[in-house]
């Protein structure tokens, strides 16, 4: 069974159902979504704890935020525009504390779909990327700017691409660029004949991944994330490509292991992905991948510490 989402701005929210199992929202209790979007698994959730008032939403790109105001602006939600860092730093130090909390990593559908935005190599647009659209750093910068041998590491790290050093090459031998088919042109020239995937993917992830600081952000926010759940809350992450699964899986294994001076738990011990229905609606679920921990409650831990 897939629970009806409304779709708002074209952007289908991924593993809805799966984290509406895990989260296990309960009426009255307090959520933070960490990556709030297009508001899908907000409304989920929210249609299970009916309490706005206890609900944070943060995302760093203003378009998002302006649909988030507008999908829930009959109901008292906090709304952040902020990175998802920075505002977890906020909430630490305020002392907040939240029985959800969901991080749905990347980029959502309109950053792919509006050529503007600079993240699509099959439309034309400026060579842009950034979620957050006053952010100085753009991918042009990068692209025209940066040594090649710093491209060239960019790639091969974040874009997993075997021939980041002949495409670093290229770029630098062909620049200055400065639209995204100007790139993809160029990127391509590096796989003459056929490849099985288009030839500027794992560029385009790349540049898409050190432009947003996406795995630095991540990492940093992790152990925050870990300090916001109240006891007996649950905290859970989304993510939709091997570097990111790789640190959200060793800062889960790391803070919920086997260990006897902790409070969390994991709840997956391997990641949740979509069934076959989700697939078909929704091909972006592909490669989502769902990982959750849960913080145990006091009297729990003394239980586990004395059984040991
Ligand atoms: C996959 S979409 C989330 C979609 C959302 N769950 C929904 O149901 O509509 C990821 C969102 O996270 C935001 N985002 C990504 N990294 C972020 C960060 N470090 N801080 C704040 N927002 C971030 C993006 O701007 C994007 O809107």
Do not use: C
Not at 238 to 252: M, N, Q, Y
Request: glycine fraction near 6%; avoid cysteine; aromatic fraction near 6%.
């Amino acid at each position: 069974m897939h629970t009806e989402v409304k779709i708002n701005n074209q952007h289908i929210p991924v593993l809805v159902d799966a984290a509406l199992t895990y989260l296990a929202p309960k009426q009255g209790a307090s959520y933070l979504d960490l990556t709030a979007g297009y508001g899908g698994h907000a409304a989920a959730v929210l249609g299970r704890t009916m309490s706005p008032e206890r609900t944070v939403l943060v995302d760093r790109d203003q378009t998002a935020i302006e649909t988030l105001k507008q999908k829930f602006k009959s109901q008292p939600v906090e709304i952040l525009q902020e990175d998802f860092y920075a505002a977890s730093q906020k909430l630490v130090q305020q002392k907040r504390h939240f029985d959800l909390i969901l991080a749905d990593l990347g980029i959502s559908s309109p950053h792919i779909d509006t050529a503007s935005r600079g993240f699509a190599f099959m439309q034309e647009g400026p060579l842009d990327m950034r979620m957050d659209q006053t952010q100085p750093l753009s991918a042009a910068d990068i692209v025209n700017n940066y040594s090649q041998g710093d491209i060239a590491a960019i790639l091969a790290e974040y874009g997993e691409e075997p021939r980041a050093k002949r495409i670093a090459g290229l770029i630098v031998a062909n620049r200055p660029l400065h639209t995204t088919t100007d790139l993809a042109t160029i990127v391509a020239r590096a796989y003459p004949g056929h490849s099985r995937m288009h030839p500027a993917t794992r560029t385009f992830q790349g540049l898409r991944i050190a432009v947003n600081d996406e795995l630095g952000l991540l990492l940093k926010s992790l152990p925050l994330w870990f300090r916001l759940l109240a006891p007996g809350g649950r905290l859970g992450v989304i993510s939709f490509h091997s570097l990111e699964d790789r640190i959200v899986k060793e800062a889960f294994n790391e803070a919920a292991g086997d260990r006897y001076d902790t409070d969390l738990r994991l709840l997956t011990k391997r990641p949740i992905t979509a069934g076959h229905d989700e697939l078909v609606f929704n091909p972006r679920s592909r490669s989502a991948k769902l990982r959750v921990v849960a913080k145990i409650k006091t009297k729990e831990r003394e239980a586990h510490a004395n059984s040991g």
